[in-house]
């Protein structure tokens, strides 16, 4: 800014209403302080969504709010994993259901939701199972407890974090893909499933819903 160099902020979803009411006062103060006055100076604020764009409209910050969506190589995702190898070793036979979560272990994400719902799935259906894969932020724990409260040890796994080959093996194996977010800007891993062929359940708070 002090050389007159024009530059773009990219919040990346933590202007959205969800992520603003966290700690809240912080945000009020470090808004009123600093970032507001940081960002109506900037030549753009890149947004990934319609959804972001619409939330961070409600600040009433000055620079033009513009649309960029994420990109995704395809190359990967032309040549899937066959099916089968991660079903065989969470005991499922092919006609079996298995749904997927795929993220962070954080609040916002909403797995509990997902599990809660799921519960109601495994009622009805009594080959469905939930696969949760991605890094724990402090809520596994929790998870856990909830998947015991309900009953459902034997039909919801926690696989940790994938990568490379193993999550496309769990997109393969995959039925459906779920993303119940209370914040998302974007959501990467539903356009990766997508990519991967999946049907794709999301809800209303997440970038790519429309």
């Known amino acids: 800014r002090n050389n007159r160099v024009p530059y773009i902020v990219c919040p990346?979803?933590?202007?959205?209403?969800?992520a603003m009411r966290q700690k809240r006062l912080k945000k009020f103060l470090y808004m009123s302080l600093l970032e507001r006055r940081l960002t109506n100076r900037a030549a753009?604020?890149?947004?990934?969504?319609?959804?972001?764009?619409?939330?961070?409209?409600?600040?009433?910050?000055?620079?033009p709010l513009v649309i960029v969506p994420n990109g995704l190589s395809m190359e990967r995702f032309a040549r899937l994993p066959a099916r089968g190898p991660l079903r065989n070793q969470l005991r499922l036979s092919s006609s079996d259901l298995l749904s997927v979560f795929v993220g962070r272990l954080h609040p916002e994400?909403?797995?509990?939701?997902?599990i809660t719902a799921f519960a109601k799935v495994a009622t009805a259906l009594s080959g469905a199972h939930l696969a949760v894969a991605g890094p724990d932020y402090g809520e596994e724990i929790r998870l856990r407890k909830?998947?015991?409260?309900?009953?459902?040890?034997?039909?919801?796994t926690f696989l940790g974090l994938l990568t490379g080959n193993d999550l496309l093996q769990l997109y393969s194996d995959a039925d459906l893909l779920t993303l119940l977010s209370w914040r998302e800007s974007f959501g990467m891993v539903v356009l990766e499933g997508m990519?991967?062929?999946l049907p794709v359940l999301v809800?209303?708070?997440?970038?790519?819903?429309n």
């Open 44 to 63: 753009a604020v890149q947004c990934t969504s319609e959804l972001e764009r619409q939330q961070t409209a409600q600040l009433g910050l000055r620079p």
């Open 12 to 18: 990346r979803g933590s202007f959205m209403r969800w």
């Open 195 to 197: 990519a991967a062929g």
């Open 146 to 156: 909830l998947v015991s409260e309900l009953g459902l040890e034997r039909r919801v």
């Open 109 to 114: 994400k909403r797995v509990d939701l997902i």
């Open 203 to 209: 809800g209303t708070e997440v970038g790519l819903a």
